[in-house]
């Protein structure tokens, strides 16, 4: 086998495993969001649970390009795809932590009276979950027009993550018996913004693999 063919089918190799941790975080995130919906404490256990899969396989993929990078020495568009993959795997790992910290929210809930949130639930779970699927999307496809809608989407979880706090800490001064209850929603519009914020990451990436520009800042 030939050095290009080689690199080559390691390449495509490394990017089935990138692909495949990217599709076991985003289920991952849909599971943590249905267990605090349906105060499922067996759902949320299993997110909980995950996490040392998901940190296995992150060490796994670079240990993976870090091997490539040595013995191959890529330039070019294998090299921007190397640096890619390593950012992604990082912030698909981190991604993952938030999942369990809402996991981890969702059991504090699941015995409690139920309550409403103090900012649109719904609406930013469903926000957050476009962004890390388009993200993971375009990174499939190549696709720099997904990424950039991707960019587009942060700001308006961004906004909503700041009405939390102005509603939140009201509550809590109108009503200190709350506090405990407030600081775990805060925590859930907290995680949300961070995997927003983590898939922007993840799309600006793709934007850096496909066009070589680098848009971050």
Request: a negative charge.
């Given at each position: 086998m030939g050095f290009t063919s080689l690199i080559s089918k390691e390449i495509k190799k490394l990017k089935h495993n990138l692909l495949y941790m990217g599709g076991k975080v985003e289920h991952n995130f849909t599971r943590a969001v249905n267990s605090i919906e349906n105060r499922d404490v067996e759902?949320?256990?299993k997110v909980i649970n995950n996490d040392i899969e998901i940190d296995t396989m992150e060490v796994d993929i670079e240990e993976e390009s870090l091997k490539i990078l040595a013995l191959h020495q890529p330039v070019a568009k294998d090299l921007r795809f190397i640096v890619t993959t390593l950012k992604v795997n990082?912030?698909?790992?981190?991604?993952?932590?938030?999942?369990?910290?809402?996991?981890?929210?969702?059991?504090?809930?699941?015995?409690?009276?139920?309550?409403?949130?103090?900012?649109?639930?719904?609406?930013?779970a469903s926000?957050?979950?476009?962004?890390?699927?388009?993200?993971?999307?375009?990174?499939?496809?190549?696709?720099?027009?997904?990424?950039?809608?991707?960019?587009?989407?942060?700001?308006?979880?961004?906004?909503?993550?700041?009405?939390?706090?102005?509603?939140?800490?009201?509550?809590?001064?109108?009503?200190?018996?709350?506090?405990?209850?407030?600081?775990?929603?805060?925590?859930?519009?907290?995680?949300?913004e961070r995997i927003a914020d983590l898939s922007t990451n993840i799309a600006e990436d793709v934007i850096y693999l496909v066009s070589g520009q680098i848009v971050r800042h």
């Open positions: 759902l949320a256990n990082n912030d698909l790992e981190r991604i993952d932590d938030f999942c369990v910290h809402l996991a981890k929210h969702a059991l504090f809930f699941a015995d409690k009276p139920l309550f409403k949130m103090p900012f649109e639930f719904n609406k930013m926000l957050v979950r476009t962004m890390l699927k388009e993200s993971l999307d375009s990174l499939v496809e190549l696709d720099q027009a997904k990424a950039i809608k991707v960019r587009e989407k942060d700001d308006a979880v961004d906004d909503i993550n700041k009405q939390m706090y102005k509603t939140a800490l009201e509550i809590m001064r109108s009503n200190p018996d709350m506090i405990e209850l407030q600081m775990h929603a805060v925590g859930i519009s907290n995680s949300f």
